[in-house]
């Protein structure tokens, strides 16, 4: 799974920090030379047109080039809301509010309906879904 991910568009204390310390990544050949290629891409600019490939160009948006956030951690607590985030002009407004609070919830699109499934409301976990 790792190889689908753009390591080197992260930035170089995240990569270094986070991802190349985690001891997932550090046992494993394959995953310990995705963050070297990684790295490589950052402190040799000067290599990065040799280096092109779907890892080193950025995604492109599908729609509107806004992205939906829901859920997640504020502060200690997890949050109800659903925001929208529009790269063009760097600016976040809210789209609508769960019915309850959810992290580490799985979202779809279905239809244009966007669902969330699971989760955890910062006390236990859920099996519910709302759109």
């Not at 990684?38 to 040799?44: G, P, T």
């Not at 769960?98 to 979202?107: E, L, N, P, Q, T």
């Amino acid at each position: 799974v790792l190889q689908h991910v753009r390591l080197p568009l992260l930035s170089p204390k995240f990569l270094v920090g986070t991802v190349g310390s985690d001891p997932l990544i550090k046992s494993d050949e394959e995953c310990r030379d995705l963050v070297d290629e990684a790295k490589n891409y950052l402190l040799l600019p000067q290599e990065r047109p040799l280096m092109q490939g779907p890892r080193t160009r950025p995604r492109k948006p599908i729609r509107c080039g806004e992205v939906l956030f829901a859920g997640g951690w504020c502060s200690g607590d997890a949050i109800s809301s659903v925001e929208r985030y529009d790269p063009q002009t760097n600016e976040w407004r809210m789209v609508a509010s769960m019915s309850k609070r959810r992290c580490g919830v799985g979202v779809s699109v279905l239809d244009d309906l966007l669902y969330a499934v699971g989760g955890h409301d910062g006390s236990s976990y859920l099996n519910s879904v709302e759109r």
